[in-house]
């Protein structure tokens, strides 16, 4: 199940009125199989096009009476033909490109045009907190000491996200807002590697090793980790806006 299906379902079991965004719901099985439940609005958006988020946004104040206590930013792009290529080994500079592009359009972009357009309904909020889904494999640290060169347009843009989130911290610091970035953790949201791609997915865990020896190379269910999430947003306080934790709420990310 897909982390952002987990949310909805959890936020929904507590009471939550929850507004999912999504560019093709009628493609969303998960949403689909839920869309009638009490307090559940499913909007069309792209997270890459101002002007559905515009409308996204008109469209959730109508439903809230004009606020949102809480954003959480969850999309993401991630190309499997890319992700074992190194920055000096990808298949040609064309196709370089066009990855990196298309994740900081969708990484970077997306969450900063996300967090603008919801950013009036979320100022007239009562917790006014925005998370963002991160990655471990943004840590620059952690990658220096597994020595890892692979997975790079979605760990270079999410790096660049880690940025962004100090950005609006500080720029609507004395507003009351906590944003923070988080990393779910290894978590069980795909379909189990093909055989060709094992040898490539021991090469990652065997560079997990390197910063964490005693970690057990076993995912959590998505349950497991938005739980452990939610506990973290829960307890935000202005305090914490800028920074970037783990599931664990440090920065321990496995």
Same mark, same amino acid.
């Given at each position: ?8 379902? =959890?936020?929904?079991?507590?009471? &939550?009125? %929850? ?7 009628? /493609? ?17 958006? &792209? ?6 988020? /515009? ?8 439903? #809230?009476? +004009? ?7 969850? *999309?993401? @792009?991630? =190309? ?5 290529? !190194? ?7 064309? $196709?370089?490109?066009? &990855?990196? #592009? ?5 990484? %970077?972009? +997306?969450?900063?045009?996300? !967090? ?8 007239? *909020? ?8 991160? #990655? +471990?494999?943004?840590? #620059? ?5 597994? $020595? ?13 996200? =880690? ?12 507003? *009351? ?7 779910? *953790? ?12 094992? +040898? ?13 020896? &005693? ?11 938005? /739980? ?11 305090? =914490? ?5 783990? @599931? ?7």
């Amino acid at each position: 199940m897909p982390s952002y299906l987990q949310f909805v379902l =959890d936020l929904l079991a507590r009471g &939550d009125v %929850v507004i999912a965004l999504a560019r093709n719901p009628e /493609k969303s099985e998960g949403l689909q199989n839920i869309k009638d439940r009490k307090n559940l609005h499913i909007i069309k958006a &792209d997270i890459a096009d101002a002007a559905s988020l /515009k409308r996204a946004a008109e469209e959730t104040a109508k439903v #809230t009476g +004009g606020s949102l206590d809480v954003l959480i930013n969850n *999309g993401v @792009h991630y =190309d499997k033909r890319y992700v074992y290529n !190194t920055l000096v080994d990808f298949p040609s500079t064309e $196709e370089l490109i066009s &990855d990196f #592009t298309k994740s900081f359009e969708t990484n %970077v972009l +997306g969450p900063i045009l996300t !967090t603008n357009a919801f950013l009036p309904l979320l100022k007239k *909020g009562t917790q006014k907190k925005v998370i963002t889904l991160n #990655t +471990g494999l943004a840590d #620059t640290k952690l990658t220096l000491d597994i $020595e890892y060169p692979k997975v790079t347009s979605y760990s270079i843009s999410k790096a660049a996200l =880690d940025m962004v989130n100090v950005k609006y911290a500080v720029a609507l610091k004395n507003e *009351g807002f906590s944003f923070l970035d988080i990393s779910p *953790g290894l978590v069980d949201t795909q379909a189990p590697p093909k055989p060709e791609e094992m +040898g490539e997915v021991m090469e990652m865990i065997t560079a997990f090793k390197k910063g964490y020896p &005693d970690w057990t190379p076993v995912p959590m269910t998505p349950a497991e980790s938005v /739980k452990l999430m939610l506990e973290i947003i829960d307890n935000l306080t202005v305090e =914490d806006s800028g920074k970037f934790v783990s @599931h664990k709420n440090n920065r321990e990310w496995l």
